[in-house]
T-cell receptor, first 112, second 116 residues
Framework: QKEVEQDPGPLSVPEGAIVSLNCTYS??????FMWYRQYSRKGPELLMY????GNKEDGRFTAQVDKSSKYISLFIRDSQPSDSATYLC????????????FGGGTRLMVKP | GAVVSQHPSWVICKSGTSVKIECRSL??????MFWYRQFPKQSLMLMAT?????????EQGVEKDKFLINHASLTLSTLTVTSAHPEDSSFYIC????????????FGPGTRLTVL
């Protein structure tokens, strides 16, 4: 079993839809949670960074962390074709020098 | 936001040659930089953790003599793929940790290496 599980997709949605991306993890020591967006042949771009349970909102993006269930989510409202990319969740244990453990990534396609 | 650059963005080389990839943090000091490798349609695989002024820490299965890492300053780390072979062809991505901030990692744009 991988430490971080993420549905690879692809997830195809119409423009304007609400997108829900999820990761589950097994290591309760993870303290910091991140979502990255990666376009093809590009480096990952940090979207959201949280370190506590609850919700964090930034524009059309909302990150949700449930440490009791070891489950994190990223919601994208009013999805746009430009949101089409691979979304990677990542986690770290602070004392581990912030070494990240990644999920496998979910490929999202938003169709106009 | 914090910017990390990589150079070159792509490189094609002959088998047996060495290739150096540079990773720079442009607007912050990075005490720690990370090197990843990514195969098509797969997630990032951590190769090594690079701390300024000290030897890199390599992940299990990564040959330190093949992938030489130097982190000579707070804004620059280099990865040298020595005696490259076709199986080393991959997408190499660095990230830098903003030590003064919340510890977030910011990624470079990646370097695509093709070994003929």
């Amino acid at each position: 079993q991988k430490e971080v599980e993420q549905d690879p997709g692809p997830l195809s949605v119409p423009e304007g839809a609400i997108v829900s991306l999820n990761c589950t993890y097994s290591n309760s020591a993870f303290q910091y949670f991140m979502w990255y967006r990666q376009y093809s042949r590009k480096g990952p771009e940090l979207l959201m960074y949280t370190y506590s349970s609850g919700n964090k909102e930034d524009g059309r993006f909302t990150a949700q962390v449930d440490k009791s269930s070891k489950y994190i989510s990223l919601f994208i409202r009013d999805s746009q074709p430009s949101d089409s990319a691979t979304y990677l969740c990542a986690m770290s244990i602070r004392n581990a020098g912030n070494m990240l453990t990644f999920g496998g990534g979910t490929r999202l396609m938003v169709k106009p | 936001g914090a910017v990390v650059s990589q150079h070159p963005s792509w490189v094609i080389c002959k088998s047996g040659t060495s290739v150096k990839i540079e990773c720079r943090s442009l607007d912050f000091q990075a005490t720690t930089m990370f090197w990843y490798r990514q195969f098509p349609k797969q997630s990032l695989m951590l190769m090594a953790t690079s701390n300024e002024g000290s030897k890199a820490t390599y992940e299990q299965g990564v040959e330190k003599d093949k992938f030489l890492i130097n982190h000579a300053s707070l804004t620059l780390s280099t990865l040298t793929v020595t005696s490259a072979h076709p199986e080393d062809s991959s997408f190499y991505i660095c990230s830098a940790r903003d030590g003064a901030g919340g510890g977030e990692q910011f990624f470079g744009p990646g370097t695509r290496l093709t070994v003929l």
